[in-house]
């Protein structure tokens, strides 16, 4: 940087879709393929087009992760589908640092973020274009695509707080959100 000087920021986000773009910004993709015992229905899940994607995230992460003090921002896609009865969605985590909270919101489509916590209590909040969610400490988090068009939120978490998928892999989350009589259901 030179004293004086004026210039234009390096991402941009796309206010309609809040796809990023510009310096560094990361790609990831999730196929059906590559969720196994993600979700309730193995069997449903191996009859699937094993190339089908599920998930995609865009996200700048300016700071080595572990670093304290940084700032992470992502943008997921989930497409919409199910797996028998169950809504296509993340894999879910906690955080590393267990202590680390996030921010979700809503930007296109229509969904569910399940919140499970520590003793393992899953409640789920509604997540619309607009929607703003806190996630606190402690708290494992995923999110469902529950309608028919592909699901947009954001995301801003602290570069170190990293993630933890054991206890979901094990364990999975208290409770799944289903399809019962075309409305998204917690079972
Ligand atoms: C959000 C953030 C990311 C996370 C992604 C997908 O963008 O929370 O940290 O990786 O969602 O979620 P998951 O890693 O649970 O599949
Ligand atoms: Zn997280």
């Given at each position: 940087m030179k004293q004086l000087e004026i210039k234009s920021a390096q991402q941009a986000i796309?206010?309609?879709?809040?796809a990023l773009s510009g310096e560094g910004i990361i790609e990831s993709k999730r196929t059906i393929g590559q969720l196994?015992?993600?979700?309730?229905d193995e069997q449903a899940r191996k009859k699937?087009?094993?190339?089908?994607?599920a998930y995609n995230v865009q996200a700048h992460l300016?700071?080595?992760?572990?670093?304290?003090g940084g700032l992470y921002f992502g943008t997921t896609i989930i497409q919409p589908g199910k797996v028998g009865n169950e809504y296509f969605m993340t894999r879910g985590h906690f955080h590393a640092s267990s202590d680390r909270a996030e921010y979700y919101w809503g930007v296109k489509g229509e969904g569910m973020l399940l919140l499970m916590d520590k003793n393992r209590i899953t409640w789920a909040e509604k997540m619309i274009p607009g929607s703003l969610h806190y996630i606190g400490a402690d708290i494992a988090h995923r999110v469902a695509n529950t309608g028919n068009e592909p699901l947009h939120f954001g995301a801003a978490w602290p570069s170190d707080a990293g993630h933890n998928y054991d206890e979901i892999d094990k364990n999975g989350f208290s409770a799944r959100l289903v399809e019962v009589d075309g409305v998204p259901t917690l079972v």
């Open positions: 796309d206010l309609k879709t809040w196994a015992n993600v979700f309730g699937m087009n094993q190339d089908t994607l300016p700071a080595k992760e572990g670093t304290l």
